[in-house]
C-alpha cells in the first residue's frame, strides 16, 4: 500500500496512534473501493463483516422505521463506517448509500479485531465512538417514532371523521331538496281547507315525526320490513296516492300498517289523503336529514375532544389523570385499527387519578394496544380480543392490557424493553416503542411495566403510583399471596402422584434435595427438573418442564420469586393441576397467571412439613 494511504489511515482518529509496525501492516491488509453516487454499500439487515473508512465522498446513513427512511447522518472522509456490526456481530441495523461518488478503504472482520486486540488508544476511540453514535441514533429515532406515532394518530382520526364529515355533506346536499319539497307539501296542505281538529291532528304528528327522527321506531327484521312496505304501497296506489313507492318506506319507518294507516285516512276525505300523505312524507324526510347532520357533528365533536383530551391540550405537565378516560380515548382514537378486535373493559369502580402526566401514559397505552393489534392482525381463530383490566392496591394503580394472540416467544421476552430491538423485519418496527413506554412508566413515573406471555395469552401489566411524588425509595407494592387452607393443600397431597421437582438441588444438605426426599419416601413419583444435572435421587433429570415426557400432576418449585414466571407458563402448557411455592417463595402476578389458567396454586408453604402435619400425622 502506497505511503498517500498511510499519511491518511494516520489522521484518522481510530488509528492515529497505532505503532508504526501495525499501521504498516494494516495498510498491506486493507482494500479499497469505489462507490458511485446513489449506489448502496450495504443494506439494512444485511450481514456485517467488514468495515470501510471514507477516503473520498460523502455517504448516508439510512434507517428504515415503519417503512419510512429516516436519514440518521451524513459520513465525511476519514469516518469510519460500518463497525458497529462488528462489534456486535449482528446484522447491520442501517443502510448505507453514497451520497456522491465515493472511494472507501476495506477493512475486513479479522483485521479490525486484530486493530482492536493490539491497540487500546483504537479501543477507547472505537467506544468513544460507538457511544457518541448510539446516541445520535437513538436521540434521531425516538423523535422519528414519535412523529410516526402521531401520523398513525392523526391518520386513525381522519378515518374516524372522514364517516361523520361525510354524513354531514350528504346530509346537507340531500337537505336542499328536501326542504323545497316540504315548502311544496306545505303550500299543497293549505290548500285542503282542513278543520281545526284535522289541523290538531296534524300538528300532533308532526311532533311525533320530530321525536321519531332521533328515536326510531321499533326495528323490524328485513323481511317483515320489506312486506310491510308492500302491503302499504298497494294500500296507498289503490287510493290513488302518487309515489307510493317511495312513501310505503317512510310510513314503515313511522310505524305503520295498513290498519294505523287506515285509521289516520279515515280522519281525511279521499281529495285531501294524497296531500296529508305527501306531507307527512317530507317532514319525516327534512327532520331526518336534520337527525343525520345533527348526528354526523356531534360525532365530530367528540372525537376532537377525544383528541384533545388524549394529548391533554392546553394543561399542566402533570395533573390528575383519570386513567380511564385516557384509555378510553385511546381506544378511541385507535377505533380504526382495532376494528376487527373485540375490545373488553373491566375496570375498577372508584378508580383514584393519579398524579402524572396524561399524554405520556396515553403513548404507553397507544403502544401496547398498537403492538396487540399488529400480533392479532392475521388471527381468526378465536376471535381477536383485548381485555382492559384496572385495580387498585394499596397506594398504586394497576393496568392490565391482554390479548389473546399468539403470545412473544420466551428467548424474546427478556429484550422486549430494550432499545432498538424489535422482532419485526427491517422497516416495519424502530424497537423503539416498548423502550419508550418502559421509560414513561418506570423513570418518569417511578412504576413498573412487567409482560407475562403464552400462546393464547399475553398480558401486558402496568404498576403507577397514585403520587410519584412520595418519598423516594418507597418500594413497588409486594403482593403476599393469601395464605392457602389446609382443605386445598390436603386435596393436592392427597391426589397427587407425580411431582416434578424445578430447581432440586444434589447436595443432602439443601431443602432442594431434603424435600424431594421426603416425598419421594412417601410414595410420590419425582421428576427432577434442572438443567445442571444428569440424575439425581435415581431418576433421570430434565432441563426444563417442557422436556418432562409424562403428565405431571404436581410442581414444585425451588426457585427464587422472581424465577418463577416462566416455570408457571411451563407448567400451563403441560397442563399440570398445581403448582407449589416452596417456604419463602412468592409470586403473586405468577400465581395470578396459573390460576386464571385453571391451576390451583400453594405459595410460601413448605411441602414435607405440610404433608407431615396434615396426612403422616392423620395416618398414625
Known amino acids: 500500500m502506497s505511503t498517500s494511504t498511510e499519511n491518511f489511515l494516520r489522521k484518522v482518529p481510530l488509528f492515529a496512534d497505532l505503532p508504526e509496525r501495525d499501521l504498516d501492516r494494516l495498510c498491506e491488509m486493507v482494500g479499497k473501493i469505489v462507490l458511485p453516487a446513489g449506489q448502496d454499500l450495504f443494506v439494512e439487515g444485511s450481514r456485517g463483516d467488514r468495515a470501510y473508512v471514507i477516503e473520498t465522498g460523502e455517504l ?9 427512511p429516516v436519514l440518521l447522518s451524513v459520513r465525511h472522509a476519514g469516518d469510519v463506517i460500518g463497525e458497529m456490526a462488528l462489534l ?17 478503504y476495506v477493512i475486513q472482520a479479522e483485521q479490525f479485531d486484530f486493530l482492536l486486540n493490539t491497540s487500546p488508544t483504537a479501543s477507547r476511540v472505537m467506544l468513544s465512538t460507538v457511544l457518541a453514535r448510539w446516541r445520535n441514533t437513538s436521540t434521531v429515532l425516538r423523535q422519528s417514532e414519535k412523529m410516526a406515532q402521531l401520523g398513525t394518530l392523526i391518520a386513525g382520526v381522519a378515518h374516524e371523521l372522514n364517516n361523520p364529515a361525510a354524513a354531514v355533506q350528504r346530509g346537507s346536499q340531500q337537505l336542499d331538496e328536501s326542504l323545497a319539497d316540504l315548502a311544496s307539501a306545505q303550500t299543497r296542505v ?5 278543520t281545526p281538529t284535522q289541523q290538531a291532528l296534524l300538528d300532533e304528528l308532526g311532533a311525533r315525526v320530530r321525536d321519531l327522527a332521533s328515536r326510531p321506531a321499533d326495528p323490524l327484521d328485513p323481511l317483515s320490513r320489506s312486506d310491510r312496505e308492500v302491503e302499504l304501497e298497494t294500500w296507498l296506489d289503490e287510493r290513488g296516492v302518487p309515489d307510493a313507492w317511495e312513501l310505503a318506506p317512510t310510513l314503515v319507518a313511522l310505524g305503520y300498517d295498513v290498519d294505523a294507516l287506515a285509521g289516520f285516512a279515515a280522519q281525511f276525505t279521499p281529495e285531501q289523503l294524497p296531500g296529508v300523505v305527501a306531507w307527512l312524507g317530507a317532514t319525516h324526510d327534512t327532520h331526518n336529514l336534520l337527525a343525520e347532520i345533527a348526528q354526523g357533528a356531534s360525532r365530530i365533536s367528540d372525537i376532537v375532544k377525544a383528541l384533545k383530551t388524549y394529548s391533554y391540550l392546553d394543561q399542566a405537565p402533570v395533573q390528575a389523570v383519570d386513567i380511564h378516560e385516557g384509555l378510553d380515548n385511546t381506544l378511541l382514537i385507535l377505533r380504526s385499527k382495532l376494528k376487527n378486535i373485540r375490545v373488553r373493559r373491566e375496570y375498577a369502580a372508584g378508580l383514584p387519578r393519579i398524579q402524572g402526566y396524561g399524554s405520556e401514559l396515553n403513548q404507553v397505552w397507544t403502544n401496547i394496544l398498537d403492538n396487540a393489534a399488529d400480533a392479532l392482525e392475521s388471527q381468526s381463530s378465536p376471535l381477536p380480543e383485548v381485555a382492559i383490566t384496572t385495580r387498585q392496591e394499596g397506594d398504586w394503580v394497576i393496568v392490565e392490557i391482554v390479548d389473546n394472540g399468539p403470545g412473544i416467544p420466551p428467548e424474546v421476552q427478556p429484550r422486549i424493553f430494550e432499545s432498538f430491538y424489535t422482532t419485526k423485519p427491517p422497516g416495519k418496527g424502530t424497537g423503539l416503542g416498548l423502550d419508550i413506554s418502559y421509560n414513561i412508566v418506570v423513570n418518569k413515573h417511578r412504576g413498573d411495566i412487567k409482560v407475562f406471555s403464552q400462546p393464547g395469552r399475553t398480558c401486558f401489566r402496568i404498576s403507577l403510583p397514585i403520587n410519584f411524588d412520595a418519598p423516594a425509595g418507597k418500594p413497588a407494592p409486594v403482593v403476599v399471596a393469601a395464605s392457602s387452607d389446609d382443605d386445598q393443600m390436603r ?5 397427587a402422584k407425580t411431582i416434578a ?23 410420590y413419583r419425582i421428576i427432577p427438573v434442572n438443567p445442571n444435572l444428569e440424575e439425581v435421587l435415581g431418576e433421570r433429570a430434565y432441563p426444563d418442564l417442557l422436556s418432562v415426557p409424562e403428565p405431571v400432576d404436581v410442581v414444585n418449585i425451588f426457585r427464587r420469586s422472581e424465577d418463577v414466571p416462566p416455570v408457571v407458563e411451563q407448567a400451563i402448557q403441560i397442563g399440570a393441576r398445581a403448582i407449589w411455592m416452596q417456604e419463602g417463595i412468592v409470586n403473586e402476578p405468577a400465581a395470578d397467571l396459573a390460576r386464571r389458567a385453571g391451576i390451583e396454586v400453594v405459595s410460601d408453604a413448605c411441602m414435607r412439613a405440610t404433608h407431615r402435619r396434615l396426612i403422616a400425622t392423620a395416618r398414625r
Open 60 to 68: 448516508e446513513i439510512i434507517k428504515n422505521a415503519d417503512g419510512r
Open 88 to 104: 456486535q456481530d449482528e446484522p447491520r441495523t442501517a443502510t448505507v448509500r453514497a451520497r456522491t461518488d465515493c472511494a472507501l
Open 190 to 194: 293549505a290548500r285542503l281547507d282542513l
Open 491 to 495: 386435596r393436592i397431597l392427597e391426589t
Open 501 to 523: 421437582v424445578v430447581g432440586i438441588s444434589s447436595r443432602p444438605d439443601r431443602p432442594g434435595y431434603s424435600v424431594p426426599a421426603y416425598l419421594q419416601a412417601q410414595g
